[in-house]
């Protein structure tokens, strides 16, 4: 199964993303911006960027999203872009680790597909609620671990892969 656009041109335009997360002050969700404009399959519309309502909205300005678009809290989001006709295909959640859970029920409740920055649960009780309800819904799931797209990642798993680099005794990070 993969996140698809949902209208009859879906080849021919982004998916409408949502980010949970990232907003002024935040590193990583600049990162995951950047990363879903060089994939190029997917637009961000939407976004609740911080817990604090003034400043997600301040931070959504900053970055070009539609005042309608910009939201006090991700509650407000998923129900809010789940009414919409264009509502966001997807969200991107980029938060503090405790959050990924709540923030991933709720838009799976609300239909949308997820893509959760890792990691998935700080709990393991919190991620079986996630696999059931990711059974239940049938929407995508997706656990991202950024540094695997790194080019010098791919170069030393491949350099390592071809024996280029002997047996591995030693890895520090």
């Known amino acids: 199964m993969a996140i ?19 907003g ?10 950047i990363a ?4 190029d399959q997917f637009e961000l519309v939407a976004g609740a960027l911080s817990s604090d309502p003034a400043r997600a909205k301040a931070s ?6 539609a005042d309608d678009r910009a939201y006090g809290s991700f509650e407000q989001m998923a ?4 009414a ?35 990691p998935l649960t ?16 049938g929407k995508v799931f997706v656990l991202t671990h950024n540094y695997t797209g790194y080019p010098m990642i791919r170069q030393a798993r491949a350099m390592v892969a071809s024996g280029e680099l002997g047996e591995i005794r030693l890895v520090q990070a």
């Open 60 to 65: 959504a300005r900053e970055i070009g999203l």
């Open 84 to 118: 919409r006709a264009d509502g966001i295909e997807a969200v991107a959640i980029v938060t503090p680790n405790h959050m990924h859970a709540p923030v991933a029920k709720a838009f799976l409740e609300a239909g949308i597909h997820v893509i959760c920055d890792k």
């Open 24 to 33: 002024q002050g935040a590193f990583i969700g600049a990162v995951h911006r």
């Open 36 to 39: 879903a404009r060089i994939d």
């Open 122 to 137: 700080t709990t393991v009780a919190e991620a079986e609620e996630l696999v059931a309800l990711v059974k239940r819904t």
């Open 4 to 22: 698809e656009a949902s209208s009859e041109a879906a080849g021919l335009r982004r998916i409408r993303l949502g980010m949970v997360g990232g």
């Open 79 to 82: 129900k809010a872009e789940a």
